[in-house]
């Protein structure tokens, strides 16, 4: 299977909640799309590793992705290394997406901003001929980020007003993590850790409205390019200046 788009990220769920709704759309759009997540999730304080890897397959159909893989990582322990880049750089290879997701380099999570490092470095060596990797040398064209955070000001936003409840089903489709039981509630109350779990579905949505007026639409997810994008007609540019 070769692809058109493939969204990398650290755990099962955080491209639902980061960029589901672009990937159901381009899904929608007739493309070939797919899902590499780092880690099972299995530090995570709700929820099993078996029980998410079902719940993120189950949220892959519902997103209309083609492929969805796991690489089994350390969570909570991700670091940039030649053999976390290799493992990464094969699915490169293998799928030869044209476009890569990847989180954004900054984040409350360590896992998240080192996945934008090991994922950019991945794309990168998987066109190196020589590097040591079974398959042939290939290098996707273009590597987004995902602005997740309300703070992030988008180089440009994706319009998915239409796939907002698509994508709002396949955030949901994680019960362990975003539908607690009240034994959940309870530890929660009770832990001094604070889960923002809780609270994020919502937040995801409020980042969504944000985006969503900042070119005239409803919903919209955000990226960030690191490159100047290319307009070849100013004349039918999108989103009004006044």
Known sequence: ????????APHPDDVELTCGGTMAKMAEAGYATGILDLTRGETGTRGTP??????????GKILGVKVRRNLGLPDAHLRV?????????????????????????????PDHYTSATLGFE?????????????????RPFKVIYAAAYDTV???????????YERRRRSILA???????????????????????????????????????RLIGVKYAEGF?????LRVDDVVKMPVRSM
Request: overall charge negative.
């Open 1 to 8: 299977m070769k692809l058109d788009l493939l969204a990398i």
């Open 50 to 59: 078996q029980m998410r890897l079902r719940e993120s397959e189950e949220a």
């Open 81 to 109: 290394c030649d053999e976390y880049k290799a493992a990464i750089a094969g699915v490169i290879r293998e799928l030869e997406p044209r476009t890569v997701i990847l989180p954004y380099w900054e984040g409350r999570h």
């Open 122 to 138: 991945a794309c990168f060596v998987a066109g190196l001929k020589n590097y040591g990797l079974e398959g042939e040398a290939f």
């Open 153 to 163: 000001m988008p180089t440009f936003a994706v319009d998915i007003t239409e796939q």
């Open 174 to 212: 994680y019960e362990s993590q975003f539908r607690p039981t009240p034994q959940d509630l309870e530890n929660a109350r009770t832990s001094k850790v604070v889960l923002p779990l809780d609270e994020l579905e919502e937040r995801m949505s409020i980042t969504s409205r944000a985006f969503g």
């Open 224 to 228: 960030v390019v690191k490159e100047i």
